[in-house]
């Protein structure tokens, strides 16, 4: 494996708070990295200081090292702009600039340097049709962008990154504003561009890190907990939150105080028992209740709420059974 | 109180709003109207007021009319080259989260709410002090500075709701502050910029008070920058101080000429922004 970005002891900071703290790792060439992690773990926060778009943000900064080749990005001096056309982004949701189609592709180009019509007539025909756009509008190039649907939209992202010829094409939960089909093609896409480019894509969808990834990184709260090629960590993890986050886990370090089996029990009953288990409980404690009836699910969690209480956690354990687990506040 | 009284106090009370402001706005126009279409005439526009003109005899307003426009749009040409460097310069990209800003932004503030003769007043000592004669150029400079507060705040305004995404997405191709800013945040932000403009525009040549002792008064057209020039403002305020009746009706005609100059106006920016508004992202 030939490393392509080398990240050395990175922390960033919004304020005083850390979002990410001392991550150590290596983006492998001509492959597709996939960070995942829960929402609010520093995912996007890492994807943007490899392009330093995290100078954009109030009270934001970055220390460490991130090495794109013998190119250090978080060092001052360093000609931002040459770094950011190395790496092409694919944004959440598709921001088409307020220009016409071919204007889109062709902003990046003319930037830096390319003003020949006829060049910039090629550079957009091939791109589009790399992102599988050209089909679909070939015949309207000189109409808004805005015009496209979102999911054309996001694909002319994709072409509007690649006309500037990047290294590198960083993804940040590219397909969650996406409908299926739509995304299906871009992750189509992603896995063709990985022969000529290396792709880092922060999801936050196992199944999208399962189809795409050939190697893992698995961040939480900030920290790096694991990374390795993509079959060991995601099918045999070797750090236990690893494994609780690809089973649908986030809280695996929570102490059940107490345990309540309400199944058998129909609403307002359930309730009403977890009601009382919880009221003997002291503040702070936790209790975990188990639950089959299928109103109870949604129920149990809303009242308690409503209550006051945090709920940490509802999710199905089998084929019948949920189980809630909620901390008395 | 239930929801449906409240629903319809609630309407009554928009509509009467609606009233006030259209029955008002419709009244001035009407009376301009009705007391200035039959005052006017083709040598109205066509001819400088000749002597006598303030007694009711012939002669026109052409002076007045051509004055306006010189001042209109030569201070706007001037406002407008001053004001988008400046409301870009007070993105957050620049200098917009600095202490600097704030008191720029409160400053402005100040500034368009000070009356115009504040500024006539202002403009009138500095040209004492250089030696300058009341002039077409001093009077498109004071209407310079009376429209850049209305003109860089508004356009402010318009061109900080342009979506960082479209930023973002021009810097991570590679652009520049600058390349991004002309080439992503204008384009966004234009029909924004145009409305500003228009604004800014009624409030120059509407505007009396600043251009009295700066610009001047005069039947002749100008012929440099530093002849005295007439304006539409002003032919309005002396005609209507003038005892007879004829030149007062000419007074209304002249302010309905001012009234059909800024709805020209208004209307081709409207069909321009239409334009603009093509590719604008929502």
Known sequence: MKSHISIQNLNAFYGDHAALRDITVEIPEKQITAIIGPSGCGKSTFLKCFNRLIDLTDGARASGKIMLGDVDVLNGSVEITDVRRRMGLLPQRPNPLPMSIYDNIAYGPRLHGTKDKKKLDQIVEKYLKIAGLWDEVKDRLKSPASKLSIGQQQRLCLARGLAVEPEIILCDEPTSALDPVSSQHIEEQLLELKKDYTIVIVTHNIHQAMRLADYVIHLYLGELVEHGPAIEVLENPKEERTRAYINGTFHTDIKIDTELNLKGNVCPYNFVYAKQALHELEKGKILKVIVDDPTAVTEVPRGMEADGHEVLRARQINKTDWEIVIRKN | ?282
């Open chain 2, 1 to 282: 109180m239930d929801k449906l009284r409240e629903e319809k106090i609630f309407k009554a009370l928009m509509i009467s709003s609606l009233a006030i402001v259209v029955g008002s706005l419709f009244i001035v126009v009407a009376v301009i109207v009705w007391n200035g279409a039959p005052a006017l005439s083709l040598s109205m526009i066509t001819q400088t007021s000749k002597g006598g003109y303030y007694l009711g005899k012939g002669g026109g307003i052409l002076n007045a009319i051509v004055g306006s426009l010189y001042l209109g749009f030569g201070s706007l040409t001037l406002a407008l080259m001053i004001s988008l460097p400046a409301a870009l310069a007070l993105q957050k990209d620049y200098i917009g989260r600095t202490k600097a800003a704030y008191y720029i932004r409160l400053s402005l503030d100040v500034l368009w709410g000070t009356p115009s003769i504040v500024y006539g007043a202002f403009g009138f000592i500095i040209m004492l002090y250089l030696g300058m004669r009341a002039s077409l150029l001093g009077g498109i400079i004071v209407l310079t500075i009376l429209q850049l507060p209305v003109m860089i705040r508004t356009m402010e305004e318009v061109i900080k709701m342009v979506p960082v995404d479209l930023k973002e997405a021009s810097y991570t191709l590679g652009a520049t502050r600058f390349e991004t800013t002309a080439g992503v945040v204008v384009r966004q932000a234009l029909p924004g910029i145009v409305t500003a403009v228009i604004l800014a525009f009624g409030r120059g040549i509407g505007d009396a008070a600043s251009i009295l002792f700066t610009a001047g008064y005069t039947d002749n057209l100008p012929r440099s920058f530093l002849d005295p020039v007439a304006s539409l403002p002003l032919a309005v305020f002396f005609q209507l101080g003038t005892p007879f009746p004829e030149v007062q009706q000419r007074a209304y005609a002249s302010a309905l000429i001012l009234l059909i100059i800024i709805l020209a106006l208004s209307i081709a920016s409207r069909a321009l922004s239409k334009r603009f508004m093509k590719n604008i992202i929502r």
